[in-house]
Nanobody, 116 residues
């Protein structure tokens, strides 16, 4: 029973877009809204890396590789976090995970595959 559940991955051509979602149905509102959130990804044969983060005040930060293409957001009332991915590139191919760093909560990931 993971604390987080990702969805929205799939197969897309280079230049296309996807929107990933992550839900935390077992977290109470105060816990969800009081924690910073992150998106990580792991490509085949590579280590997991953080691609985006968002604070409780909705301040975002992005890895250089996705800056200007990805947008992270959160909806505390729905206990949801999102990652809008535009202008996707083949090097974005990976399994994407959402993460609550302070609590060490992870989902099981959603596969994103970008073809050229």
């Amino acid at each position: 029973q993971p604390q987080l559940a990702e969805s929205g991955g799939g197969l897309v051509q280079a230049g296309g877009s996807l929107r990933l979602s992550c839900k935390a149905p077992r977290m109470i509102l105060s816990t969800f809204s009081g924690n910073d959130l992150e998106w990580h990804r792991q490509a085949p044969g590579k280590q997991r890396e953080m691609v985006a983060s968002i604070t409780t005040g909705r301040v975002t930060n992005y890895a250089d590789s996705v800056q200007g293409r990805f947008t992270m957001s959160r909806d505390n009332g729905k206990r949801m976090v999102y990652l809008q991915m535009n202008n996707l590139k083949p090097e974005d191919t990976a399994v994407y995970y959402c993460h609550v760093r302070a609590l060490n909560y992870w989902g099981q990931g959603t596969q994103v595959t970008v073809s050229s």
